[in-house]
């Protein structure tokens, strides 16, 4: 199928959080393969983040601040198993939709059980002005 990784190891039927073995060609980093559930996923958090920029707007300037935290967050980016599209994982596209609503977060925490998939999500926060 066209935009499917040849010779990943995630493209057959397991459908784990796994390294992708093609990078990403933006920015060369890694990329985890998802099923074609990651773009309902996604939807669910932008109408999160949406509705909850009222409420958010009151902690950002006051004492207590406004935190994303993404436990699972993976290298930050995806690849749709099956049709090999590239998308922004769950923290860059909380970050993208709060700057949206002009209502940021003044904390960002990534998380993941791969120690180098913080890294690259942290890397890739950074490029969006984020330390994380």
């Known amino acids: ?17 796994e390294q992708c073995s093609v990078p990403d ?7 985890m393969c998802v099923g074609n559930w990651a773009e309902e996923k996604m939807d669910c958090l932008r109408t999160y983040v949406d509705i909850s920029h009222a409420v958010r707007r009151k902690f950002v300037t006051g004492p207590g601040g406004a935190t994303y935290i993404d436990l699972f967050a993976g290298p930050g980016r995806t690849r749709v198993k099956g049709t090999g599209e590239l998308r922004d994982g769950g923290a860059l596209e909380a970050i993208k939709c709060a700057a949206s609503t002009n209502t940021t977060f003044t904390a960002v925490h990534v998380g993941d059980i791969n120690p180098a998939f913080v890294r690259t999500a942290g890397a890739r926060l950074a490029t969006v002005g984020v330390s994380a």
């Not at 199928?1 to 959080?17: I, S």
């Open 25 to 31: 060609p933006a920015d060369g980093l890694p990329v």
């Open 1 to 17: 199928m066209k935009g499917e990784c040849a010779g990943c190891k995630c493209a057959g039927e397991k459908l784990a959080q």
